[in-house]
């Protein structure tokens, strides 16, 4: 019996573990005198909660955000379950009972969710209270229910609809949240996201909970000089190929070469995360050369030009951008979506 050694992937994605401290010692600090903590749910944004949180920790973040139950304990193997809160609260039993199992904080927000937390034995909890985005959180009116005057809250929270762009609603919402300070006992405030700290200090209060910006996104244009990318995407080639004129590329033929074209077939897809939308009118490169994609995104496969680069063969390595500005104009996807759509293989790598 030989061996078994898995052999290397042909895909990678490496995060720049002191861009990731750096950015979120950069957010920290735009925060004034108000703490960042971080978002670090979806995997932290697809770049791997294993990878991230130790440098978050280690960077001096104190408090970690997710959505579901079910991301705490990958985060809890790096750090107090009490500094990790649980963006969508508590909708049963069996998670409060978790939450007390494992430290972890609900983020209360309705009335009902601050009935049933406290009916099973109440404890620390944050609010989220909606001042306009009307997703998740407790009406403005709801602050003198005796439901909320029952919780035991640290962080008091809202969240920003349009803290990417300029309009009255940021200031309005910021306002709100004052008001429902002065009616709810807490600890601490906290409003802003990424786009938010950009917004300025005074939409910091105690505590910023930045995700995106931590991950090299620049959803603001005052945060651009304090940015640094994090993610790099890398994928191999697998094989080139000539194509005479007429012949097409990939599923439908959507590409048909108007005249002798050298091609090349490359590990990544649209299982990665490299969407379809990604495909025609982007391209990858080679150091620095353009090397524009033919025909539509496969699962797992790329076809690319490689007019500017004739000299590649199989296994020479090829830039996936994932730069999260420029990708996102391109293909009408969200730096959000470039980073969280990142596929398990692609991650595992
Ligand atoms: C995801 C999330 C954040 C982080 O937002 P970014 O725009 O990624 O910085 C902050 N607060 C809440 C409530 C969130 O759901």
């Not at 408090?63 to 139950?69: D, E, P, Y």
């Not at 008001?179 to 939409?203: T, V």
């Not at 951008?321 to 730096?335: G, H, R, T, V």
Request: overall charge negative; some cysteine.
């Amino acid at each position: 019996m030989t061996e078994r050694v898995l052999p290397p992937p042909t895909l990678r994605l490496t995060v720049d573990t002191e861009a990731l401290a750096a950015n979120w010692c950069a957010l920290d600090a735009l925060s004034g005198g108000a703490s960042a903590g971080a978002a670090v749910k979806a995997d932290a944004y697809g770049l791997g909660v294993e990878t991230c949180v130790p440098v978050l920790r280690d960077a001096g973040c104190r408090t970690f955000f997710v959505a579901h139950w079910s991301e705490v304990a990958p985060v809890i193997a790096h750090v107090p379950g009490d500094q990790i809160a649980v963006l969508h609260g508590v909708l049963t039993e069996a998670d409060c009972a978790y939450a007390r199992a494992t430290g972890a904080v609900p983020v209360i927000n309705s009335l009902d969710q601050a009935a049933l937390w406290t009916a099973t034995g109440g404890g620390r909890c944050h609010l989220m209270v909606d001042t306009g985005i009307n997703r998740l959180g407790i009406a403005l009116g709801e602050a003198g229910d005796p439901a909320v005057a029952a919780l035991e809250i640290d962080i008091l929270m809202s969240h920003l609809a349009s803290a990417d762009e300029r309009t009255a609603m940021n200031r309005m919402q910021a306002e709100l949240l004052s008001e429902a300070a002065e009616a709810i006992p807490h600890q601490r405030l906290s409003l802003a996201n990424s786009a938010g700290i950009g917004l300025g200090e005074s939409f910091a209060f105690d505590l910023t909970r930045p995700g995106l910006a931590l991950y090299g996104g620049v959803p603001r244009e005052e945060l651009a000089g304090h940015i640094r990318p994090v993610a790099r995407v890398e994928a191999q080639l697998l094989q080139t190929r000539n194509l005479a004129p007429g012949e097409g590329v990939g599923y439908n033929a959507t590409f048909i070469a108007p005249t002798h074209m050298r091609v090349g077939t490359v590990s990544i897809g649209y299982a990665d995360g490299f969407l379809r939308a990604r495909g025609p009118g982007n391209a990858l490169f080679h150091q620095g050369r353009a090397l524009p994609i033919l025909g539509k995104v496969s699962m797992d496969m790329v076809v690319v030009d490689l007019a500017a680069a004739r000299d590649l063969a199989a296994g020479d390595w090829l830039d996936v951008p994932w730069n999260l500005a420029d990708a996102a104009q391109q293909n009408a996807l969200s730096a959000y979506e470039l980073l969280t759509t990142i596929g398990p293989r692609l991650r595992q790598s």
